[in-house]
């Protein structure tokens, strides 16, 4: 079965440096979601693309977050500074479609340590 | 304001005994209710979902019981095995969003001894 691919898996990053993750989705989906997953609690949207174009980005803080997918395949979340609160799994997923029960496919998520 | 509650945090199960976890919900509006499991290192992966049209889904050793009028729905696991081992993520979305702005319980972490 295709998968969500994200790189890298692990990111180690002092408080202030810029990072950046990277998504390839699953080939034909059109929507794309990003997440922060603190542990202990659930996938909390980030921002959500609907081919190259940003749906909802209510939840990104965008004082230091951005997020593009330029030709609607791939996409690249930035975060720039890092924070130490910014420590946290960042997942994709891809769906074909953006319907309530359209199934959800996560990639493994990278990593993120700021110290 | 947390709209889906989740019950256990941890859950510890004997090789072949039912593991149930629970869910409460506060919006009436949500009408789609999906379970994830996730094991450490990986994304989640979508394992079983329901319509609030039905009272009970079953797939294999996985089964939802869903009750609207209590607005609550949970997982139960039967015979459950080591491999079970992992965290478990309920979650709700509604007409008017779709699947990936579900709201998410914060886990249940499963640990099946042999």
């Known amino acids: 079965e295709a998968e969500v691919a994200q790189s890298p898996r692990y990111k180690i990053t002092e408080k202030s440096q810029a990072v950046a993750f990277w998504c390839d989705p699953i080939s034909g989906h059109a929507t794309l979601y990003w997440y922060r997953q603190i542990l202990g609690q659930g996938p909390e949207l980030l921002v959500q693309f609907q081919d190259e174009s940003v749906v909802d980005d209510s939840q990104l803080p965008k004082d230091r977050f951005s997020a593009e997918r330029l030709k609607g395949v791939d996409s690249t979340l930035k975060i720039q500074p890092a924070e130490l609160g910014d420590s946290a799994m960042y997942l994709c997923a891809s769906s074909r479609l953006r319907g309530r029960d359209e199934k959800l496919f996560f990639g493994s998520g990278t990593q993120l340590s700021v110290l | 304001q947390q709209q889906v509650k989740q019950s256990p945090q941890s859950l510890i199960v004997q090789k072949g005994g039912i593991s149930i976890i629970n869910c409460a919900y506060e919006?009436?509006?949500?009408?789609?209710f999906p379970w994830y499991q996730q094991f450490p290192g990986k994304g989640p992966a979508l394992l079983i979902a329901?319509?609030?049209?039905?009272s009970e889904k079953k797939e294999g050793r996985f089964t939802i019981s869903f009750n609207k009028s209590a607005k609550q729905f949970s997982l139960h696991i039967m015979d459950s095995q080591p491999g079970d081992s992992a965290t478990y993520f309920c979650a709700a979305s509604s007409e008017d969003t779709n699947a990936g702005k579900s709201t998410f319980g914060d886990g249940t972490t499963l640990t099946v001894k042999p």
């Open positions: 329901i319509r609030p049209d039905v």
């Open positions: 919006n009436t509006a949500f009408d789609y």
